[in-house]
């Protein structure tokens, strides 16, 4: 009997980890509670998509691999790994002004769209960057 791959789970120090890019195939998570929060994982070769009470939080094309995801009105954290150059999309305010860091490296300011979208670029190849995005 095939085990199911574990595509979302809380990590020891209470943060989220979600995503598969070693995963072959399509993964989904039934609904996975923490915190109070319904949150949904879909990943695949080409996606990671995870919504949280029914509303996008990110989505990476290609796959990838999160680990230690915080989010808080002010700031947001994590581990990202996957196996090459990754776009990145998340929901948080809208028309709002985000400093992105990323391995200790600023990538610069960034402003959310009207729909309240983040978009940015993380150059993966084999190698987890630490992400940090803080509100200004």
Request: glycine share 8%; charged share 25%.
């Amino acid at each position: 009997m095939q085990s199911t791959p574990v595509v979302i789970m809380l990590d020891t120090d209470g943060t989220l980890c979600f995503g598969g890019h070693t995963l072959a195939g399509k993964h989904k998570s039934g609904d996975f509670e923490a915190g109070g929060d319904i949150y949904r994982v879909k990943t695949d070769e080409y996606l990671t998509r995870i919504e949280k009470n029914g509303r996008l939080l990110f989505e990476s094309v290609p796959c990838s691999t999160v680990r230690g995801f915080s989010l808080n009105d002010k700031a947001c954290a994590f581990t990202l790994a996957g196996l090459r150059s990754t776009q990145v999309t998340m929901e948080l305010e809208p028309e709002v002004d985000y400093d992105i860091v990323i391995d200790g490296v600023s990538a610069g300011v960034s402003r959310s769209n009207i729909a309240s979208k983040l978009n940015f670029s993380v150059e993966l190849n084999y190698t987890p960057k630490t992400i940090k995005i803080t509100r200004l």
